[in-house]
């Protein structure tokens, strides 16, 4: 997995021998321009009335003969955040891959000295990659060395390149697993990527595709799993992820939806709304990703247990109906509102194993992420939605994910469960304990976000251990829909990685 490296100076001067051939300048231009770019800057601009305002390369005495302006604008009103510094970045990135640039420097100014652009130099690396990053299939067919030109990176900042580094490796795992075709990154080829990707670190990887164990272990997902037996190469699995810290004093338990194509099942989606529904698997993806960023910082103190139900929802005459009654991992009976609804069942069984060990573990929290609804995009934007239950609300989770968002540039917003989600999902006869949907899109549905992360608490048990319990267990569900893809389009927007950046700044770095 090739991405370009970094390499970090402490100053302009010290990069004199780092044999570059471009130099990327990013900032607010109507602040002070550093000393050394200012003429050639000035002389730009009495040529192109562009320079500062747009990104563009200009000739200039540094090295490769190359300065790439790249304006963030202003970054100080109050609604900006560090995003116009990966925007910029990336902009300037695709300039010089197509100059033919392949080792630029790098150097950030005029950011306001504030807590929200305190990362300002990190993201802008990150955003360099996002810009510079080509889909799986791609890079397999045509070649990596053809496609990833722009080898390394220089940046002038107090950084650790490897935390710069082991977060892009994350990232790049979470955008292969979420962005890549369905049948390439079917169950068990998703499975063996993992496998892949984990060779030689310290997390164990562990598939689960037995179908009989399958089938009495993880009820739910099996049902959605249904019709794609009949097709071994679409047969379900589930991937578990350890990593266990030398000396854990927190854990963080993962279910991942990862379902590798969404046809809707039986409640078929039409409309042309199946394109694109191989980014259905975006939150396993972004599981995977985060534990590979682990993987390579190996906290001493952070131990991490991830689950992806990794499932095809297929079409077929075996396929799981409107109206079934299933009794999940945890032994709650789920009546089925709609088969669209199908991630959700998944999670289910995935948090109830979690829940069952959790009390194994030092200081559990558990998360599920997902691609889930509609209505979190329409709801929130491109932000990933947090939804935390009570022992969360009293830890502060949903704050301190957040807060790292704001900070490393993959923004989230909260919202809360309340007893109208709890009444929405409750059982309406005693031949059932929760129903899993509505038979409406989630877009049109009020609290269409919400309301799944209670079906989520009480299909897990989770319900059972809330502020009220002897063993509560705080549990935040993180919905990516909005934030999964760039510009919303699923079928063709190149995939974000969220959350992996904002769970590594929340948990890997001090």
């Known amino acids: 997995m090739a991405f370009p490296t970094v390499s970090v100076f402490d100053n302009y001067a010290a990069t004199a021998s780092g044999d570059f051939d471009a130099v990327i300048l990013l900032g607010d231009f ?47 009103p109050d609604y900006n955040d560090v995003r116009c510094v990966a925007e910029a970045a990336g902009a300037a990135a695709r300039i010089a891959q197509q100059a033919g640039v392949s080792k630029p420097l790098l150097i950030v100014f005029g950011v306001p000295h504030e807590a929200r652009y305190g990362q300002a130099e990190a993201v802008a690396y990150w955003g360099v990659c996002q810009a ?77 595709d037995d179908v009989q164990q399958l089938q009495h272990e993880y009820p739910l997902l099996m049902a959605v799993a249904r019709a794609s037996l009949g097709v071994e190469r679409h047969h379900p699995c589930v991937v578990r992820l350890e990593y266990k810290a030398p000396a854990a004093e927190q854990t963080l338990m993962f279910a991942g939806k990862g379902i590798v194509y969404d046809t809707g099942g039986a409640d078929v989606k039409t409309g042309g709304h199946m394109a694109g529904m191989s980014r259905d698997k975006g939150g396993a993806a972004g599981v995977a990703g985060f534990v590979k960023t682990v993987a390579e ?6 131990s991490v247990v991830a689950e992806l139900g990794v499932v095809r929802n297929s079409i077929g005459a075996d396929a799981f109906v409107a109206d079934e009654i299933i009794t999940g991992h945890s032994g709650v009976r789920v009546r089925i509102g709609n088969t669209d609804a199908e991630g959700r069942l998944v999670l289910a069984d995935l948090l109830s194993h979690l829940r069952a060990e959790a009390h194994d573990y030092p200081n559990p929290q558990l998360f599920s ?15 990933t939605a947090l939804i935390p239950n009570g022992p969360a609300r009293v830890e ?21 469960s309340r007893r109208e989600d709890y009444h929405f999902v409750r059982a309406r006869t005693k031949a059932d304990d929760t129903l899993s949907s509505n038979n409406g899109p989630s877009a049109t549905t009020a609290r269409g976000h919400q309301f799944p992360a209670a079906f989520l608490a009480i299909a897990s048990g989770l319900d059972k251990h809330g502020n009220d319990s002897q063993q509560p267990l705080p549990y935040v569900h993180v919905d990516i829909a909005g934030s999964g893809v760039e510009g919303g389009d699923w079928q063709h927007g190149k995939p974000t990685a969220a959350p992996v950046t904002c769970f590594a700044g929340c948990y890997l770095h001090q």
């Not at 502060?396 to 809360?416: F, H, N, Q, R």
């Open 396 to 416: 502060e989770l949903s704050e301190k994910l957040w807060e790292a968002g704001e900070v490393y540039g993959d923004p989230t917003e909260i919202s809360w």
């Open 297 to 302: 910082m190996r906290p001493e103190t952070v």
């Open 369 to 383: 992420v997902a691609t889930l609804t509609g209505h979190a995009a329409l709801a929130k934007g491109p932000y």
């Open 30 to 76: 109507e602040s002070e321009i550093p000393d050394d770019f200012s003429d050639y800057v000035a002389q730009a601009q009495q040529m192109d009335a562009r320079v500062g305002k747009q990104a563009l390369l200009v000739p200039a005495d540094v090295a490769g003969g190359r300065l790439i302006v790249a304006p963030t604008g202003t970054l100080a």
């Open 132 to 208: 510079l990053y080509e889909p799986l299939e791609a890079r397999e067919h045509h070649g990596e060395e053809q496609l990833e030109t722009v080898t390394e990176i220089g940046i002038v900042g107090a950084l650790d390149e490897q935390w710069l580094q082991a977060v892009e490796a994350g990232k790049r795992v979470a955008r292969d697993l979420a962005g890549t075709e369905p049948e390439r990154m079917a169950p068990p080829r998703f499975a063996e990527y993992c496998q892949q990707a984990f060779a030689h670190t310290p997390v164990r990887v562990t598939v689960i």
